[in-house]
């Protein structure tokens, strides 16, 4: 019995888990390969990049799992329609997205400057304000994007009999980090572009 | 009139969304940026070592989703009353263990030899200065760390699920924040001692 379980569940976990594995690969293979030059841009960089991609991972999380529960209570049928409830639920994780990265952004900047004696100025005093909307732009953009894969990804699932809660949180937290690691790295091109640093 | 029904309860929705998930995830990105602080120390002591950090997102991916489902499998066999914190470690706790175990075990290998696969092709593609991590190292790095997380995580997971439950509370609403806000400091604490174990203590009998 014992024996069935632990061989059930690794039948369950080995496929999902070995997809995942690929998409971290690529995630970290673009981390290892962008840090270099980020970090001439913003040597902070890596103080943020495990809240920015959980964020990110989370919240597009949360809207597959309260879109599921919605198709499951016959609140939203199998097209997702009515699409004000769908958009309200997409709204509210935009929402909090937003104000999530900008605590992560006010959080990075202070730290920042309380480093700064040690590792000496890293941007003019303007230069922050850039840092903080490229934070909350770059974050709220890979939610959307990873929240809306999630969204279609869950659609398809459903059409296809499969239970959603089982595919939608490993692909979205994977997907979270590819994109969250993808975008935050853009973010700071942006800024080293509009400072003049690169 | 139906569609002003309809907006309010629409409002509502959003405003509660925000309320509940707001307070966890503050928590959560002042302990990712913990997690974010040991990151950067360990960028400042292995920065020149090439390909140390496509191990990164794979080896928090690992924390993450082994140990939240077995967070939601002690979770769901507390519920059913095969495991409980009086019927101690009995069969279906020792299963979920050691399930945990083999896919740390599995995962993390599968994880080393494809970060060391991926490290070589971009290097012969792109060639870039610096310390050139082997297979050896790759495998002592991931799975040292998987392990080491693996065991502080799923010791937390387990005791945490069955004293919620023994205290009458519900695990699946505890012991999955709890487990996601303090795991990628773990993960990437284990990290830093598994490289300087590799590095500093192994290095000369790997060459």
Known sequence: MTVHTVRKILIESLPVLGIVLVFALIAGQFLDYTLEGLRIIFPLILLMVPAFIDITGDLAGVVGARVTSHLYTGELDASFRPYRLLFANLFAIILVSATAYAFLGICVIGITLWLSPIIGPIFPAWGFLWLFLAIIGAGVLATACTSMIGLFSARLVYRFGRDPDSVIPPLTTTVGDLLGIVFIALAIISIGNILGLI | ?207
């Open chain 2, 1 to 207: 009139m139906v569609m002003a029904n309809g907006g309010s309860r629409e409002r509502r929705l959003i405003w509660r969304v925000y309320r509940e998930a707001m307070p966890v995830l503050l928590f959560t990105v002042l302990a990712e940026l913990f997690a974010g602080a040991m990151l950067l120390a360990l960028d400042v002591h292995f920065a020149s070592m090439l390909g140390l950090f496509v191990l990164i997102p794979g080896l928090m991916q690992l924390r993450g989703n082994i140990s939240t489902s077995l967070a939601q499998r002690l979770g769901s066999g507390t519920h059913l009353g095969t495991i409980s914190w009086k019927q101690g470690l009995n069969e279906p706790l020792r299963a979920n263990i050691k399930v945990a175990f083999y896919l740390v075990i599995i995962m993390s290998f599968l994880l080393a030899i494809g970060a060391f696969a991926v490290s070589m092709i971009t290097q012969s593609l792109v060639p870039r200065s610096g310390l050139l991590l082997d297979l050896r190292h790759f495998l002592i790095i991931a799975m040292g760390t998987a392990l080491l997380a693996s065991a502080f995580q799923v010791t937390i997971t387990v005791t945490v699920a069955l004293l919620a439950h023994a205290r009458g509370l519900d695990p699946d609403n505890i012991t999955i924040p709890i487990v996601a806000a303090i795991g990628d400091i773990i993960t990437i604490g284990c990290l830093l001692i598994s490289i300087t174990f590799a590095v500093t203590l192994l290095h000369p009998y790997l060459v």
